[in-house]
């Protein structure tokens, strides 16, 4: 006889074993996800769950990082061969950690995977839209052009441009510039989707 039990479903959930914890990771497209590892998993576990969750093969290039708790917080490196609890315990203000890239290739060609290629993609555009990859107005319309392809996809008649008003092309520090370039955005970016 089969028992009715109903069980609430619930997006949050508590690790009561004092042999476990939770970690949140923000990845590169903003997304948050969480994970379940032991006191004694190092970061390199955490690394490869976060891969297995992003069907990514090529970790070598990539890190998780956190905030430290200096007064002015600074970006720390997980070391990935140490328990990732001790290190957030001893370094870090709360359980989150960030996926990004930790070193770059020379050229992109020697990525395998598209998936790789993606998160570098991410990584970059997110490095020039916080203004800490610095780049000319001409580059700037070039890159912005990419985005939107990678983005958007291939150019096919748009009826407006309207879908463009919430995406965010440029720095937030390049706010005077972007007035001008946005009067010539989608010329340009009619020319480089075209090309």
Known sequence: MPFRLKLRRTRRYNVLSKNYFVTRIRLLDSNVIECTLSVESTGQECLEA???????RETHYFGLWFQGKTQAPAQRWVELEKPLKKQLDKFGNEP?????VMFYVPSVSRLEQEVTR???????????LDGRLHCTVEQGIRLAGLAVQAD???F???MSQDFLREYVLFPYTQTIINIYIL???YECLMLIWCS
């Open 96 to 100: 989150l950690l960030f996926f990004g």
């Open 152 to 154: 958007f996809g291939d």
């Open 156 to 158: 096919t008649q748009f």
């Open 118 to 128: 993606y998160q570098y993609y991410l990584q970059v555009k997110k490095e020039v």
């Open 183 to 185: 009067c010539n955005m």
């Open 50 to 56: 976060v891969a297995q969750r992003l069907e990514l």
